[in-house]
Every structure is written in C-alpha cells, then in structure tokens.
C-alpha cells in the first residue's frame, strides 16, 4: 500500500493541481512525506460508505483553505470554503451511494449539498458520484451544470470507469461508466480531462484505482469591484463683493 500510495504523490505533483479532491486514498491525513510536504489538507476528512473524502490545496498555490465558516459534512461529503483572487467559493468532494437501485438516494444527497452551499457564492462539487447516465439531468435539476457535458461531451474524456483496461479487480463483466463528475454552478469548468487511466509500471495490470481521476480548469468570477469613493459636497458659493 505504501508503494500505490507513492505512486499516486507521484501523479499529483507531476500533475501540480492547485486543488485537490479525493476519495478513499487515504484514511486521515496522508502519510507520505512528499505529498504532506507538497499539499496543505483540510483537517477535516468525511466518511463516506467506503474510505473519506478529503482536500488540499497545494502550499505555493495562491488558493487559500478558510477557517471560517469552518468545514462540515453533509452527509458523505466535505464542504469548505476557499478563495482565490479576492472571490470566495465552496468545494464540495463528494463520494456518493453506490449501486443503480440508489440513484434516488444520490439525488437526495446532491440536493443536500446544494442547499448547504451559500447560494451566492460559486459551488465546485467534484468526485465519486457513482451517476449513471440517466442521471445525468437530475444534476441540473438541482441547479448545477456538467463539466463533461458543457465541454462538448467528448468521447475521449468520458469513462472513468473501464474494466475493459483496468482489471483493478480479479474477476467480474467488462464495463465502462462515468460515475466521477465535475458539477458547478456560478464559475466555469473547463478542459476536463481523465488522467491515471494508463497502468502505472510496467504491469500492464498495475492501475492506481479501479476508477481514473478527472483533471480540469476552473475559472471564478471577477471579484466586486470597491464602492466608490465619496466625494466631497461641493461648496456653496458666497455673495459676491459690491
């Protein structure tokens, strides 16, 4: 486990995300040196039905982790307040119910995050969300867009689960699905993309996970302008000298 776990910091800082958003990797704060070193996480790590969800930000990043309000669960997911540039939002990480029976239960718990989340700030809600593919509207019913499919839908970047490659597991039906998803609302999510669905040595069975991860640029809002400065009253004029 040591060895996996070092070759996932291996990923991350070739990669160098300003954020990160994780699930079932490690269980309280990451043993691995280089990656602590690297990575400042949030003290808070949420249980989810397999593993916890946890975030860092990575140290010389100008994103800031915000005390306050400090960070809280819902239900299998970890909320927390971030800034960057002067705009306020909140990262959600979320590792959702399994199993096709459960999609009422995930639609109950994205609603759960959403309400949760300030409404005027900027929501970036990522993770295991264990959707299948007609779930994909209930995210926008619930007032969020799809990384995936506001991106054009790109073939390439659409599985990020694929046992056709990754025989994670001994055994079990050869399938592909997008259960990990990007969702937002006030910001914008761009260049998605998969990464760590390549074996990771040589072993052309050794993966990281049985799930690949998604990489992606998020853009903020500008931040409100200041109030302008009041100006001062102008003078009134005396009666003029005879």
């Not at 490690?26 to 280089?34: I, K, L, Q």
């Not at 929501?123 to 509207?137: F, S, W, Y």
């Not at 599985?159 to 699905?177: C, I, L, M, P, Q």
Request: include cysteine; hydrophobic fraction near 40%; proline fraction near 12%.
């Amino acid at each position: 486990m040591a060895k996996q776990r070092a070759k996932l910091a291996e990923l991350i800082l070739a990669h160098r995300p300003d954020l990160l958003c994780l699930q079932e990797c490690f269980s309280g704060t990451p043993a691995n040196p280089t990656l602590s070193e690297a990575y400042e996480f949030c003290p808070l790590a949420v249980p989810s039905h397999r593993g916890s969800c946890m975030v860092a930000r990575r140290r010389d990043s100008p994103l800031q982790i915000l005390s306050e309000p400090p960070p809280c669960a819902v239900g299998p997911c970890l909320l927390l307040r971030l800034r960057l540039g002067g705009v306020d939002f909140t990262a959600a990480c979320a590792h959702l119910a399994p199993f096709q029976e459960y999609a009422p239960k995930r639609l109950q718990q994205i609603g759960g995050i959403v309400t949760a989340a300030p409404a005027q700030l900027p929501l970036l809600l990522a993770g295991d969300m264990n959707m299948r593919e007609k779930e994909t509207p209930a995210a926008g019913g619930a007032g969020l867009l799809d990384a995936w499919v506001e991106g054009g839908s790109p073939p390439g970047q659409r599985w990020t689960w694929d046992t056709r490659v990754n025989k994670y597991y001994d055994g079990g039906h050869e399938y592909t699905a997008r259960y990990d998803r990007i969702l937002y609302r006030g910001c914008h999510v761009g260049d998605l993309r998969v990464t760590a669905n390549t074996p990771a040595s040589d072993n052309p069975s050794h993966f990281l996970s049985d799930h690949f991860a998604l990489m992606a640029t998020v853009t903020l809002p500008q931040p409100p302008l200041p109030p302008p400065a009041p100006q001062p009253a102008p003078k009134a004029a005396g009666p003029a000298n005879a």
